[in-house]
């Protein structure tokens, strides 16, 4: 019994020690969709173009997202493959993981995993996350990850928030325009980006839904059978209704 209690106990203060770096700050949800297979492109798109340069993927293989993600592999490896990897390859990266520890303070960790261990609502906010703070090496710091290494490498499409962004804000309604007054977000930018805030913010959707993906690909492939069984299970009961009926009809 002791040894359960500690067990357990270790289990909590192990699990509090992997969510440090997101004190417990207020998040907004996110509903991931790894069906809808145009936004999970459009996340690779985005990963390949601004994420791939830094941080691998290397338990995932180019032509099972490929496959997975409905896009031919010429296609693919035309435009989402830099380098001269190929296809069939695991997404790995060239960057030396001690060199990218001199220049961030640590070094990117591997995404392949990164929606199992953090989960998408923290990877949402996260991105979300960044604002400007002149203390910090690369000039922003981030809400959900206090001090963080990591650049805000999104900067050119979100902007840069000139403050803390509010995030897990009950959106308010003004009841007499049916404009909403108050909202989670960035309340004013230091430098602006491409895109307005709702785009980014599903632009960040689709990249968060790409990860989920990542994470357990099989899923694509469980959802569908397990659809495939359910229909199957229901013929199955009307064959099975009857033959019950035909095996007791003598003895009744
Ligand atoms: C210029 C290099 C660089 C690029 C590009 C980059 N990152 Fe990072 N990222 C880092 C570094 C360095 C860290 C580690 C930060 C730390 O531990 O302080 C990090 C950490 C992270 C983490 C936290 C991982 C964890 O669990 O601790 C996530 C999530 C992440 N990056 C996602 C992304 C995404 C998504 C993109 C693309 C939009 C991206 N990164 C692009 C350098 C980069």
Redesign the pocket.
Known sequence: MKKLIIALFLTFVSAGSFAA?GASVPMDPIDTDIRDQESLQRGLA??TN??F???SMKYARYERAANDLGIPNEIFEENLIFGDAKIGELMEIAMPEDL?KVW??????D?TL?AR??GPEW?YN??RGFYADSKRPYGVNNVV?KD????H??ADLQGVCADKPQLGVEPEVDPLSGKIVKSSGCEEFSTPGKLSPDQYDEAIYD?VNFLEYVGEPSRLQSVELGRTVLIFLAFFFIFVYFLNKEYWRDIH
């Open positions: 770096g985005l990963f601004y994420c340069a830094c941080h990218a961030f303070g640590s070094a990117p960790p995404l990164a261990l953090r990877l996260y991105m990850f963080v290494g990591m650049p490498v999104l990249l």
